[in-house]
């Protein structure tokens, strides 16, 4: 099976997760499959839009893939150029193309991280966002711990961030987290409607404009190369806590965490 699917509709790139077993989880396969559509997308001259989508009706994408890790799978690739794409071979890879998420389901934990990381949300109306890795003892690792305060107000922002509860579609739709909300039936009409209307235009102006807005140099988002270490320095630390071990053993085992601050 190919984790990442990918279509042309004229000048539109469609990507789709397509692991609806595992809630469109991301695995290695996943990393590699995003990351070289987007890598496609930025080097073809008729690409002037990308749309990101998981397959099936129930998830967008719900994160890394913990059953992959608790078999000793790796969650990235061995490609060191490759692994620097970050979290889904997407996180940390911008591109000049603009990217519209398509959420067909629940966007919880990574799959909010990648909406966060997209230009343009259109999401179906049974879809939920929300960062629950606190839940966890874990941490929004992926850019949302700095995305979200950076996208939403910043009061509502810390209550998704510290809270770990979710949002429904309409909620996000009224803070700006998502441009339009429609029924499943008509997601991938709307989110191709939108790419349309972007590839209309001209394609190196549009480009320029995104680059110049989300500050896009040499591939990269300088302004969030200090999120990304102070990113890096809190998930050592959290990461290696016991807390973060407890977590998902007490999720598996269906029982209230009991936390030890270490």
Do not use: Y
């Amino acid at each position: 099976m190919t984790e990442v699917l990918a279509e042309r509709r004229g000048h539109v790139l469609i990507l789709t997760i397509n692991r609806p077993e595992a809630r469109n989880a991301v695995n290695a396969a996943v990393h590699v499959g995003l990351g070289e559509g987007l890598e496609l997308a930025e080097a073809d001259p008729e690409i002037r839009a990308v749309i990101v989508t998981g397959a099936g009706d129930q998830a967008f994408c719900a994160g890394a893939d913990l059953k992959a890790l608790s078999r000793g799978e790796r969650l990235e690739p061995e490609d060191k150029a490759q692994r620097a794409w970050g979290f889904a071979g997407f996180v940390r890879h911008p591109i000049g193309k603009p990217i519209i998420a398509a959420v067909n389901g629940f966007a919880l934990g990574g799959g909010t991280e990648l909406a966060l990381a997209s230009d343009i949300v259109i999401a179906a109306d049974h879809a939920q966002f929300g960062l629950p890795e606190v839940k966890r003892g874990i941490i929004a690792a992926a850019g949302g711990a700095f995305r979200i305060v950076q996208q939403l107000p910043q009061k509502v922002a810390m209550q998704i961030l510290l809270t770990g509860e979710p949002i429904s579609a309409q909620r996000a739709l009224d803070l700006g987290l998502a441009n339009e909300v429609v029924p499943l039936d008509r997601l991938m009409e709307t989110a191709l409607d939108f790419a349309d209307r972007i590839a209309v235009n001209a394609p190196l102006a549009v480009q320029a404009s995104k680059r110049i807005a989300m500050g896009i140099a040499e591939g990269r988002i300088a302004s969030d190369e200090d999120f990304w270490e102070a990113n890096k320095r809190e998930t050592r630390l959290v990461f290696t806590s016991e807390d973060s071990r407890e977590g998902p053993r007490a999720f598996a085992e269906k029982r209230q965490p009991v936390w030890q601050a270490r």
